[in-house]
């Protein structure tokens, strides 16, 4: 199984044309595997994936990143090549929150860019510690809202959840897939090389543990969702770092919410990727990519020398 996830990860690198460096060690007591691109001198950025998502599922954007960074895109726990860990609710988004932390301390004032539930941690890693980033791209993320999406919040219901959770532990199918792909777009033949993405998702699925370790994932922030300690809509006002925000008009994670975070936060802008769902950088890789480097360009003195909102 790790072959097939290895080989099918470096097919979507080779067809967006990028050259990665592959990557293992153990950080936080897991089996950690990324991939590095670019520059080993450049400023770094760190790609941190959505649930159900992998570094390889950033393909068709780190050859443009690597023009001006050295790129970092790591599979978390439970994802890609990353070790699955037996991790139980309510206690797995504090493990993920650790082992970010000590993920994160091999690298200097990096760039975070998190889509989805990797928005959601980079959010809280920098609101609980104010660590040395010289700043945040969220893509669709999650914690921006009062509360998770309704299917995250099923997952503790005590009849229903127990349903989500026997569901979870079965293996997953094509077909299965490609609705949930349909649910995230607008359009998935955007997305460019689809197919082979989704053979390569659904490989990565198929681990043993994987779907289950994913409700975990669920339910941990559906259990903490109203804990001070994992919420930080509300006090948007102190990610005083700067911030792109990046979303899909159409993504299921309220644009409204988005737009209320640029106003509360005091360094935010906002891009909205037209005709997009919560995958949007993957239906319209061209225009994150303009949006992030039109973002960097006035912005490079300041996020090259670290975080000046800590002086």
Same mark, same amino acid.
């Given at each position: 199984? #790790?072959?097939?996830?290895?080989?099918?990860?470096?097919?979507?690198?080779?067809?967006?044309?990028?050259?990665?460096?592959?990557?293992?060690?153990?950080?936080?007591?897991?089996?950690?595997?990324?991939?590095?691109?670019?520059?080993?001198?450049?400023?770094?950025?760190?790609?941190?994936?959505?649930?159900?998502?992998?570094?390889?599922?950033?393909?068709?954007?780190?050859?443009?990143?690597?023009?001006?960074?050295?790129?970092?895109?790591?599979?978390?726990?439970?994802?890609?090549?990353?070790?699955?860990?037996?991790?139980?609710?309510?206690?797995?988004?504090?493990?993920?929150?650790?082992?970010?932390?000590?993920?994160?301390?091999?690298?200097?004032?990096?760039?975070?860019?998190?889509?989805?539930?990797?928005?959601?941690?980079?959010?809280? &890693?920098?609101?609980?510690?104010?660590?040395?980033?010289?700043?945040?791209?969220?893509?669709?993320?999650?914690?921006?809202?009062?509360?998770?999406?309704?299917?995250?919040?099923?997952?503790?219901?005590?009849?229903?959840?127990?349903?989500?959770?026997? %569901?979870?532990?079965?293996?997953?199918?094509?077909?299965?897939?490609?609705?949930?792909?349909?649910?995230?777009?607008?359009?998935?033949?955007?997305?460019? &090389?689809?197919?082979? %993405?989704?053979?390569? %998702?659904?490989?990565?699925?198929?681990?043993?543990?994987?779907?289950?370790?994913?409700?975990?994932?669920?339910? #941990?922030?559906?259990?903490?969702?109203?804990?001070?300690?994992?919420?930080?809509?509300?006090?948007?006002?102190?990610?005083?770092?700067?911030?792109?925000?990046?979303?899909?008009?159409?993504?299921?994670?309220?644009?409204?919410?988005?737009?209320?975070?640029?106003?509360?936060?005091?360094?935010?802008?906002?891009?909205?990727?037209?005709?997009?769902?919560?995958?949007?950088?993957?239906?319209?890789?061209?225009?994150?990519?303009?949006?992030?480097?039109?973002?960097?360009?006035?912005?490079?003195?300041?996020?090259?020398?670290?975080?000046?909102?800590?002086?």
């Amino acid at each position: 199984m #790790s072959d097939a996830v290895r080989r099918g990860g470096d097919d979507l690198y080779r067809l967006a044309g990028v050259e990665v460096e592959h990557h293992e060690e153990q950080v936080s007591g897991i089996a950690t595997h990324w991939v590095t691109a670019g520059p080993a001198d450049a400023p770094h950025v760190v790609l941190l994936h959505g649930s159900g998502g992998s570094a390889a599922l950033w393909y068709p954007v780190i050859a443009a990143m690597t023009e001006r960074r050295h790129v970092i895109a790591v599979d978390m726990p439970g994802h890609g090549e990353t070790a699955i860990p037996l991790w139980q609710s309510p206690d797995t988004i504090e493990r993920m929150l650790e082992w970010l932390e000590e993920f994160l301390l091999g690298f200097q004032w990096p760039l975070l860019v998190g889509h989805s539930l990797g928005g959601y941690l980079a959010l809280l &890693h920098f609101a609980r510690r104010r660590p040395a980033l010289s700043g945040m791209v969220l893509v669709d993320a999650g914690g921006l809202g009062p509360r998770p999406p309704g299917f995250v919040m099923a997952t503790r219901h005590p009849v229903l959840g127990m349903l989500l959770g026997l %569901a979870a532990g079965q293996r997953p199918t094509r077909r299965r897939l490609e609705r949930t792909i349909r649910r995230l777009t607008v359009d998935p033949y955007r997305i460019p &090389h689809g197919q082979a %993405a989704l053979h390569y %998702a659904l490989i990565t699925a198929s681990r043993p543990g994987a779907g289950r370790f994913q409700f975990e994932v669920y339910r #941990s922030v559906a259990i903490n969702e109203a804990d001070p300690g994992y919420k930080v809509w509300g006090r948007l006002n102190e990610i005083a770092c700067p911030v792109l925000l990046v979303w899909g008009e159409r993504d299921y994670f309220p644009l409204r919410y988005a737009r209320q975070a640029e106003g509360e936060m005091p360094d935010a802008r906002l891009e909205v990727l037209l005709n997009t769902g919560h995958l949007s950088y993957l239906e319209d890789p061209a225009r994150f990519n303009q949006a992030l480097a039109a973002w960097l360009e006035p912005n490079t003195a300041t996020l090259r020398r670290g975080p000046a909102y800590e002086k």
